[in-house]
């Protein structure tokens, strides 16, 4: 093989272009990794000089007088995560279910790539719409500002319904069509079937998409600000205004300075370790229970 | 070859198209009850859309076209008013390759109640039990009911399966190369429990092994590209074919 021309500069050619990949992937983690540091070493000396527990407990966020506590944007960012799921999980799941298990063919293959069209609308549309049309609406018949965790949860349910039909739908179609063969030849009928074995068998893909879109709905951050009345007081009700963790950062980002700018980012750890470990659940919902075959 | 009341399943003048192919040809054949009737044939040459059409699986296919008379017991059962769910009751089916659902024991076999609307646990246990014992598993997975049918060896899991049909309370079960994916110990025990089967059910069974449906069938019936070549007593079918075509499979010489 010594004579052969085409042999060295391939291999030259194959390790220049792997090097290059490895060097490029590096760089791409290497970003995220000092994103991470950065925001740690930002937020991390103000929670340290308050305590973890004083910031992340405490209810008064008054940032002129120094006082830093973050507690009701915790509770806004779970009753507004909480009011999205319990919206968005059942739509989306039956959205899935009639698409992956009963649609005919055709009408699913036009109607899961529009469903996936919908998380590429930007974000600041959905909540546009919000305002000028669920805020209205929730003050006039319902009462309250409008501006509410009402409006943010039913705006977030409906941004997280494309995560969750997506992977819902293929974690149904992952389920052996045998089953459900098995299922109909046994004499029953398309839903028993359904409740019965290709549920139970999608689960570990059910739970992971509801996580991811309770992910999504956590992190969001345009359309909840445009909705939800963003007070720094914990919500007496769904119809009084809310502050979620995103919202904390993004409204007052722009004029922060000193301390006010350490608490911005230390928001930004909590909503970090929260949405990290968000995501390592569903990594192992993912993986863990997969059913066999 | 048999008189009306020993006939459990009737088919007169079927064909069956998929789009343009027609996959059955004119098939016109009786199945008698309590017996084990084989089908056998070729690849591809329409014994296992056949049995499809007994319990109304090619019904789940699209573009299938069906034309002619099935009976069970001298009913229609492509007549407009048949339920299907519930000739699919009386009409069990086990596939080729054991379909043991991602449940436990216990429901794999419960779920086939369930369906058929028996849903508290007092009447469903002597169902399971029963059925269970009916194809021999019981004193295997009487102690682990609760754990996950996969963990059953590939054998186990076609009893299961078995046992699940019975548990709907069928006529006819239907086996569809039931042994294609089973070692040969298994083969025998699921071979032993259709002798079992037979006392009490129609059992129709499409094998690809022509060993089997000698040792295994009271009736055999012999296909080739859609068209029924011959149907008699498996042991003239075997030893003394009318159909050169037989002869030539049955001795190995073709397929």
Known sequence: MEGDPMRYPMRYREAVIEKTLVIVALSAIAVLGLIILFIFKEGSPIMARIGVIRFIAGAKWAPSRGVFGILPMIWGSIWVTLGALIIGVPLGLACAIFLAEMAPARASAILKPAVELLAGIPSVVYGFIGLVVLVPFIRRWFGGPGFSVLAAAIVLGIMILPTIISISFDAFKAVPVAYRDGMLALGATRWQAIRMVILPAARPGIVAAVILGMGRAVGETMAVIMVAGNATKIPSSILAPVRTLTSNIALEMGYAAGEHREALFATGIVLFVVIALLNLTARLFATGGRVAR | ?255
């Open chain 2, 1 to 255: 070859m048999f008189s009306n009341k020993d006939i459990k399943i009737d088919i007169k003048n079927l064909d069956l198209y998929y789009g343009p192919v027609h996959a059955l040809k004119g098939i016109t054949v009786s199945f008698p009850r309590n017996a084990i009737t084989a089908l056998i044939g070729p690849s591809g040459c329409g014994k296992s859309t056949l049995l499809r059409c007994l319990n109304r699986m090619n019904d789940l296919i699209e573009n299938v076209k069906i034309e002619g008379m099935v009976t069970l017991d001298g009913e229609d059962i492509y007549a407009p008013d048949v339920d299907v769910t519930h000739l699919r009751k009386r009409i069990g089916m086990v596939f080729q390759r054991p379909v043991a659902f991602p449940l436990s024991i216990y429901e794999n076999v419960a779920c086939a109640a369930r369906v058929h609307g028996v849903n508290d646990k007092r009447s469903l246990d002597p169902i399971v039990e029963e059925s269970l014992r009916r194809v021999g598993l019981w004193d295997e997975v009487k102690d682990r009911l609760g754990s996950s049918a996969l963990n059953l060896s590939l054998g186990q899991q076609q009893q299961l399966c078995i046992a699940r049909v019975i548990a709907t309370g069928p006529e006819v079960i239907l086996l569809d190369e039931p042994c294609s994916a089973l070692d040969p110990a298994s083969t025998l025990r699921i071979e032993d429990l259709m002798r079992e089967l037979e006392k009490r059910y129609t059992v129709i069974i499409v094998t690809h092994s022509m060993q089997q449906a000698a040792r295994a069938s009271d009736y055999t019936i012999f296909m080739l590209s859609g068209e029924i070549i011959e149907y008699g007593i498996t042991d003239d079918v075997f030893t003394s074919p009318r159909d050169s075509r037989t002869e030539s499979y049955v001795t190995g010489r073709l397929g």
